[in-house]
């Protein structure tokens, strides 16, 4: 059985997602850690934590780093309607950009069945 490793661009993009990820979760840890030594909210570490796991993950292959940032995601609206309340100017920080880098996380699931051998609907032969 012959493996292709050729890398196609799909595959480029999911390495640039993941590295995004990661970069994006350093700081939000880092300060996230701070504020709750300061006797701040644990949401930005915690978030933090999850963002970098979850691109480690997509850079390791695996489809359980998408999964893992789409659930911080979804844990992040609830926690912004408590830290805010129904405020759209105060929820829109706080939601807009995890929720728009979600859209894209969640587009690579196909890749991430495609390297598994799975076929998906994108990827079927009719």
């Not at 995890?98 to 996380?105: D, F, G, H, K, Q």
Request: hydrophobic share 60%.
């Amino acid at each position: 059985m012959k493996i292709n490793k050729t890398k196609t661009y799909t595959d480029l993009a999911v390495f640039a997602l993941a590295i995004l990820l990661v970069l994006l979760g350093l700081p939000l840890f880092i300060m996230g850690v701070q504020l709750l030594v300061l006797g701040g909210s644990a949401y930005y570490a915690l978030a933090g934590a999850a963002i970098i796991v979850s691109g480690g993950l997509m850079l390791a292959g695996s489809v359980k780093g998408v999964w893992l940032y789409l659930m911080a995601v979804a844990l992040t609206w609830p926690w912004a309607f408590w830290e805010v309340g129904t405020d759209v100017w105060a929820l829109l920080p706080r939601v807009f950009g995890p929720s728009l880098l979600a859209i894209a996380v969640a587009l690579t699931i196909p890749v991430f069945h495609r390297r598994d051998g799975e076929k998906t609907v994108v990827t079927r032969k009719v």
